[in-house]
């Protein structure tokens, strides 16, 4: 073989080595993130989420990409953008915004992995045959809404011990529901007081909802956890304080923003949670023999300006079991 014609085969070979080395690269996983509110109210929690991720060992951009459908505020859309998701091929599919979107994954696939994120009983819910090992493609984080609400109702006793009559907002579209009011009706009863439940699911559902609980003289209103809610945070919160209606929420965006009081899970460590569950499950583990995380860490936050503004004095006993106040 002539020089000439050596070198050009040997240039012509190098030129083929950095295609060959990359198409021997593993394509970068995908994983579809699934969530019935929008970004904008949610955006620390995808932040949380990102960071989870990133604690196994995977980082958007770099070896990850994250596929994001939000259904902004329309449950009616979760099917479609699930199965858009599933036709895609992701890797797995998150759904840290509650059961709905989570069964709406379950229903267009039985093999791409699902993380939820959830208020409620999955195993009620029909998303895990148990909380130790969950079976199928599903597993997660799942905090039970009922028994927060009856700390709930307990923390607003506490702060209006002489009101008489309660509220529960909820959302009737919640697979939930049932299941929260069961329990919140019962602390009710253990209090010896009544409770009223009040169903709202859409924004104008929310405002006829307060028209109610001021006509039947409300003292004190729980708000459920939903996705519409933290959607509607503004409207809720100015129509409590409009009203002067003592209001404990589940999340502590709307006390932030001027709402009385709240307890309920660490949203943003839950989300963490996720993330991590996400990573493993990219790394190879079964979802089926994942246990359901169950949260162990809850905020208190209560908004001193608010209970000024209400004529309300917290008892220092609540407020030294506060974990964030707000002046």
Avoid: C
Avoid at 102 to 113: E, G, M, N, Q, Y
Avoid at 283 to 293: L, S, Y
Avoid at 312 to 319: G, I, N, Q, S, W
């Amino acid at each position: 073989m002539r020089r000439r014609d050596f070198m050009t085969l040997l240039g012509g070979t190098a030129a083929t080595w950095p295609l060959a080395a990359r198409a021997q690269q593993p394509a970068m996983p995908v994983v579809g993130f699934l969530d019935p509110r929008s970004l904008e109210p949610t955006a620390h929690l995808v932040a949380a989420f990102r960071h989870g991720l990133s604690e196994t060992g995977y980082v958007e951009g770099q070896n990850v990409t994250i596929e994001y459908r939000w259904a902004e505020g329309h449950n009616d859309r979760l099917p479609d953008l699930a199965a858009d998701l599933v036709s895609r091929r992701v890797a797995a599919i998150t759904t840290p915004g509650g059961i709905a979107a989570a069964l709406a994954a379950k229903a267009v696939t039985s093999t791409i992995p699902i993380v939820f994120m959830a208020a409620g009983d999955p195993v009620q819910a029909g998303l895990a045959t148990s909380l130790s090992r969950p079976g199928g493609n599903t597993t997660g984080v799942s905090f039970m809404s009922g028994e927060i609400a009856a700390k709930q109702l307990g923390l607003m006793h506490e702060l209006v011990p002489q009101a008489e009559r309660f509220a529960v907002l909820v959302n009737p579209k919640n697979p939930n529901t049932e299941s929260l009011t069961r329990d919140v009706q019962a602390a009710a009863l253990a209090i010896g007081r009544q409770i009223e439940v009040f169903p709202a699911s859409t924004n104008h559902d929310i405002d006829t909802a307060f028209a109610r609980l001021m006509q039947q003289k409300a003292d004190g209103l729980l708000v459920g956890a939903d996705p519409l809610f933290t959607a509607r945070r503004a409207q809720l919160v100015i129509l409590a304080t409009h009203h002067r209606l003592p209001t404990v929420y589940f999340d502590r965006v709307l006390t932030d923003m001027g709402g009385l009081m709240s307890y309920g899970a660490n949203l943003a460590d839950q989300y963490r949670q996720v993330g991590i569950y996400v990573g493993r499950v990219l790394k190879g583990e079964k979802p089926a023999d994942m246990p359901v995380i169950r949260p162990t860490k809850f905020d208190l936050l209560i908004n001193l300006q608010t209970a000024r503004t209400l004529g309300l004095k917290v008892p220092p006993t609540l407020l030294a079991t506060a974990d964030e106040v707000i002046e």
